[in-house]
């Protein structure tokens, strides 16, 4: 997938996007007929054992299945559950009371995915959601469809979209911006607009103004009442992928996301009052799917 990306990223092909997307799927099928040779032998695949933490129940939000297809599913994550990968420090996730998304796939599908137990695999996952937002987390099911997936995701065939709410006045209502600066993560911690950083772009839409007045939030339009403006409503779409890309650019700019613990402390406290998890949520993914575009929405949770 490295070389697809590479080769997409600088508008060339030369037969390689085309030859790296069959040597994926050559590869995907391959894993996919020794898993299941490997289930017969013993009867059935076996389950992945979860961890104490992970089958203790929750008292959050339960993820949900939005939508299903070949070898892939859209999961709806709630606020507070990890897209865990290999990369991920379970210690620390136990520690801060985190609940594994993995866990949900393998009491869902561990019957009928090995996948879903393979941690050098990322579980299936296609890509990371932070922790505190909400949003559609697109999974595969099988290795074939996991590498072609990959590979659609490197070469920009997946698009992503988000509806965040950010403190001041962005723009104007029906404007549009674009954030390129380039993001550096600093190992576990802040992600940084810095010179030195990996290319990042951001495209921000504005669709409302909001206000807060006392308890509730309320629409208002420039001018009216003489009050400016508090919040900005938006639309966002994402060109790369780094962590926390969206809330790094929008605080950079002065306008954080509201009830971003992380990249807006100095509001935090006061966003609680009224919002009590991170506004930024992915509302939709569409793909290339079997010849047709797929696209898999999901509301805003309550």
Request: aromatic share 6%; charged share 20%; net charge neutral.
């Amino acid at each position: 997938t490295e070389l697809a990306w590479a080769f997409s990223s600088v508008g060339e092909d030369h037969g390689v996007l085309d030859g790296t997307a069959a040597a994926l799927s050559t590869l995907g099928r391959t894993l996919d007929e020794a898993a299941a040779k490997t289930s017969r032998a013993h009867g059935a695949t076996p389950r992945h054992q979860l961890s104490d933490f992970g089958s203790q129940p929750s008292t959050r939000a339960e993820p949900t299945i939005v939508q299903e297809g070949a070898g892939w599913c859209a999961v709806l994550k709630p606020p507070g559950w990890e897209v865990d990968t290999q990369e991920t420090d379970r210690d620390l996730m136990l520690r801060q009371g985190r609940q594994p998304l993995s866990t949900f796939l393998q009491r869902r599908y561990g019957a009928l995915s090995p996948l879903c137990s393979r941690v050098d695999l990322d579980f299936g996952f296609l890509h990371r959601l932070d922790t505190p937002s909400s949003g559609i987390i697109l999974a595969a099911l099988s290795h074939e469809q996991l590498f072609r997936l990959r590979w659609l995701q490197a070469t920009g065939g997946i698009v992503r979209r988000y509806l965040v709410l950010c403190h001041g006045r962005l723009a104007e209502v029906g404007d549009k911006r674009t954030f390129d600066g380039p993001i550096r993560v600093d190992g576990k911690g802040l992600s940084v607009v810095a010179a030195d950083g990996q290319i990042a772009c951001t495209h921000v839409r504005v669709l409302a103004h909001l206000s807060n007045r006392s308890t509730e939030a309320s629409v208002t339009s420039h001018g009216q009442g003489g009050h400016a403006p508090l919040y900005s409503l938006c639309e966002c779409s994402i060109d790369t992928g780094r962590r926390h890309q969206i809330r790094t650019h929008l605080a950079h700019a002065g306008h954080a996301v509201v009830c971003d613990g992380r990249y807006g402390t100095e509001k935090f406290e006061a966003d609680l009052g009224f919002c009590p998890r991170n506004f930024l949520h992915r509302f939709l993914l569409s793909w290339p799917d079997l010849g047709e575009g797929r696209s898999v929405q999901a509301k805003l949770p309550r």
